[in-house]
């Protein structure tokens, strides 16, 4: 269960890119925090801004106002408490399934026997054990999602960011992978920021929903998504009255083009 201790901030956050040919204003005054254990997801319209939020969070580029905050302190660039995973898993074909959740902790030159046996356990314990020798050509796009998952959770992040990680995947995948990875998050007790433009995943992952407006884009609207019994899964939540006011209400407001 979330807590209220923040992990992360955002205070008057905007982004503005220069290019030689143009300036794209992304991000336009954006504040919110999300707190311990807390799975949060952003929802927008294409190209305003999510993934920024992101590479924000993440350290990688430096907002062009404001100020962004990880456990109270101004974030450093790469810091390793946070991991990315992105729509594409970006698994290396020619490494074995091991070798690829190994990857991570190789580039930190962090693989000792102990990070090792944290990894070769987080395979084990989410049913990837089989496969360890296996190539990434030889399993299901659901399977490697997950293993890429794993590479990610290996460097033992504090924070994840997982940008759109489940698009690539066809409709019910997508259904049954989402919720195992929510289940597996949720077991490891991190802290996380879903990207997302499906309105439906976001009520049935999320303990809140950020809306945010087309660029230059605000925070619209912050939703608390709560269902009357703990520990349903995606599909008894889209059962559920509750889903259908959640998803009126966030339709509306993406609607809305005030
Ligand atoms: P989203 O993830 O919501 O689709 P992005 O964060 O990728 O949106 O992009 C927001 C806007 O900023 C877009 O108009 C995009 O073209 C622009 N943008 C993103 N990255 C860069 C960059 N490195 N240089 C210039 N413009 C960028
Ligand atoms: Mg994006």
């Not at 290396?92 to 190789?106: C, D």
């Amino acid at each position: 269960m979330p807590c209220n201790k923040k992990i992360i901030s955002l205070k008057n956050v905007s982004m503005n890119y220069h290019t030689l040919s143009k300036e794209t204003f992304a991000l336009n005054n954006i504040s919110f925090d999300v707190h311990d254990k807390e799975f949060v997801t952003i929802l927008g319209p294409s190209g305003c801004g999510k993934s920024t939020i992101l590479s924000l969070i993440s350290g990688m580029i430096k907002p062009s106002k404001g100020n962004i905050y990880i456990n109270s302190k101004h974030i450093d660039l790469c810091n390793s408490t946070v991991a990315y995973m992105l729509q594409r898993d970006n698994l290396l074909e020619w490494r074995t399934i091991k070798q690829n959740v190994l990857l991570g902790l190789e580039i930190k030159k962090n693989l000792c026997k102990e990070s090792m046996q944290y990894a070769l356990n987080l395979l084990k314990t989410y049913g990837l054990e089989d496969f360890i020798d296996y190539y990434p050509s030889q399993l299901s796009g659901g399977m490697r999602q997950k293993v890429a998952l794993i590479r990610t959770l290996a460097i033992n992040p504090q924070v994840l960011l997982l940008d759109e990680p489940f698009s690539a995947l066809d409709y019910q995948t997508r259904i049954s992978i989402s919720e195992e990875i929510k289940e597996i998050i949720h077991k490891e007790k991190k802290t996380s920021i879903l990207v997302s433009h499906d309105i439906a995943e976001a009520i049935c992952l999320s303990d809140r929903v950020i809306i945010l407006s087309k660029r230059p884009s605000k925070v619209k609207k912050i939703i608390n998504i709560k269902f009357k019994l703990n520990n349903l899964t995606s599909i008894q939540k889209r059962k559920e009255p509750g889903f259908q006011k959640y998803f009126d209400e966030i339709w509306q407001e993406m609607n809305d083009s005030e």
